[in-house]
């Protein structure tokens, strides 16, 4: 145990003897998660800027060159982070210059599920490395696996689908737990400060809230390569991914059935104050047991909107389309909302006549930072609703998802949700509470309604008719708080106790409370969602 400690020590103290060193790299990542998001909103909406773009995530470190970490008042994870890096041969010249990063990924966490009177343990720890060279070229990779067991309202999916959620398969290593592993990273290449080409295997987030109607990041990495685009006040993201169909596969990789998206995102900063943007994606199925097909060459097209493309080649794929807004005000305020339309035909809107191909979905929400004067106290508010079979289509494996979830909202269509956070974070402390409360339009038994989008439209027991929440209405409601202290900032080193109380009831009369409380080691930056 000794030896192990003194190897440690001395790991950190060769490589963060490189710490700061200057380095500008162009193609990095940025981690998705919560509390980066939050350290980059206090920058972002303070001293807002059109060089960048807060709705695509995970962001470049090129268009983050105005940020700088001093300006958020409490301890944090680093933007521009060089803890535990060594830069070999650094000096004024601009090539054969090194930078290695290396991170611990550690997730453990121990918790007593009320509901079913046990305790649950979340073991899990891998590593992050990151090889720059000469700022234009990046090399990064994450891996990690770990053996975990989870409260009722976890455990439950897990059985169910045979997933960890976000994170891929859950094999069985004891009555209760599973082990799973997990692998992301990319290739970057950034020849100016315009272009950036990526390859990796990861995730993409659309939007400024804490869902989205666009993209997520619930669903498992997929690989993808990408181009991105800065040019004046405008940033384009292309994307070419291959997912997975896992509706019929029982578990069995080799039953998992290939799917392809291509997705478009363009963003504009029409003044530091307010930006617009619209995406667009295309979703189709590879070879099945009727046709042979692969990545179709239709969809390589990097600029054109897909429904013109789509009549162009009578393709029968799933496609929809979405807008993205933000406004920052005084400061401290954050106002965004996002509209996703999977089908829309004014004329059958205009009847309100509850046509089942009104798939619409729309967001509404707001971040204040520093509320009431209050430096480090953060609030959010947000409203979802999303209209039956959004996201469905009638060849199932050309659905909006991949690997077992949706690709969108984890409620899937059909619901209406409003969900409130809130953060005092001051040195190295941070106290959050988190809201959840959702009306859900549940399927009975042989009856499609809307909400699971890995059923076929065409199921759908009528054409008019169909409202939000429709069906068996299941009422979710789920509150989480939880105290953080951060250990070593710089590593995102931290200790967390927390508390979740969650309920679920509906019109038939089943009620289920589920109590956890946990405390927690970590240093991961994923999100995690419990809260669905």
Request: glycine content about 8%; overall charge positive; hydrophobic content about 35%.
């Amino acid at each position: 145990m000794k030896n192990n400690g003194l190897f440690i020590i001395v790991f950190i103290f060769l490589f963060s003897s490189g710490a700061f060193s200057q380095y500008d790299p162009l193609g990095q990542n940025i981690f998705i998660n919560q509390e980066t998001q939050q350290v980059i909103d206090e920058w972002n909406i303070k001293s807002p800027t059109t060089d960048f773009h807060s709705s695509f995530r995970p962001y470049l470190t090129s268009t983050l060159k105005d940020f700088s970490d001093s300006v958020v008042r409490y301890k944090h994870f680093l933007i521009k982070n060089y803890f535990l890096s060594k830069t070999l041969n650094e000096g004024p010249q601009k090539h054969n210059q090194y930078n290695f990063q290396f991170l611990p990924v550690i997730d453990m966490q121990t918790g007593f599920d009320l509901l079913q009177n046990k305790n649950v343990n979340e073991l899990s720890g891998g590593l992050h490395a990151k090889l720059n060279i000469n700022n234009d070229f990046t090399l990064e990779g994450t891996a990690f696996a770990g053996n975990v067991s989870y409260p009722y309202f976890t455990d439950s999916f897990v059985k169910d689908k045979m997933l960890i959620p976000g994170l891929g398969m859950a094999y069985k290593s004891g009555t209760n737990s599973y082990s799973y592993s997990n692998f992301s990273g990319y290739a970057s290449y950034s020849p100016n400060k315009i272009f950036n080409f990526q390859v990796g295997n990861g995730k993409h987030f659309i939007g400024d809230g804490y869902r989205s109607l666009l993209l997520s990041d619930v669903a498992n990495n997929y690989p993808y390569f990408r181009i991105n685009t800065n040019l004046w006040n405008i940033q384009y993201n292309v994307w070419y991914t291959w997912m997975k169909d896992i509706t019929n596969a029982n578990g069995l990789k080799n039953n998992f059935q290939n799917k392809f998206a291509t997705m478009h995102y363009l963003s504009w900063n029409v003044i530091k104050e307010l930006n617009v943007s619209i995406f667009e994606n295309v979703v189709w199925q590879g070879t099945d047991t009727n046709r042979t097909r692969g990545f179709d060459p239709n969809y390589l097209n990097p600029v054109v909107f897909y429904r013109p493309q789509e009549y162009s080649v009578g393709s029968p794929d799933n496609s929809f389309i979405g807008l993205n807004a933000s406004a920052k005000l005084f400061s401290t305020l954050k106002l965004y909302g996002q509209l996703a339309l999977d089908e829309f035909n004014l004329k059958e809107i205009r009847a309100h006549n509850g046509w089942w191909g009104n798939k619409q979905g729309w967001q509404l929400g707001l971040k204040y930072i520093n509320a009431l004067k209050i430096k480090g106290l953060t609030f959010q508010a947000e409203y979802n609703e999303v209209r039956p079979y959004t996201y469905s289509h009638g060849s199932v494996p050309q659905n909006y998802a991949h690997y077992g979830q949706p690709l969108a909202h984890p409620f899937g269509a059909n619901f209406k949700e409003c969900l409130g956070i809130i953060s005092y974070r001051h040195g190295r402390f941070m106290l959050s509470a988190q809201g959840v409360y959702a009306i859900i339009g549940m399927d009975s038994t042989g009856s499609n309604v809307g909400q699971n989008i890995f059923l076929s439209y065409t199921t759908r027991p009528y054409e008019y008719g169909h409202k939000t929440t429709q069906g068996i209405k299941s009422t979710f409601m789920q509150s989480d708080i939880r105290l953080t202290y951060f250990v070593v900032p710089q590593m995102n080193l931290r200790l967390e106790l927390g508390y979740i109380q969650r309920s679920q009831s509906d019109t038939r009369g089943v009620e289920l409370q589920d109590p956890y409380i946990y405390f927690a080691i970590k240093t991961s930056f994923w999100n995690f969602y419990r809260d669905y």
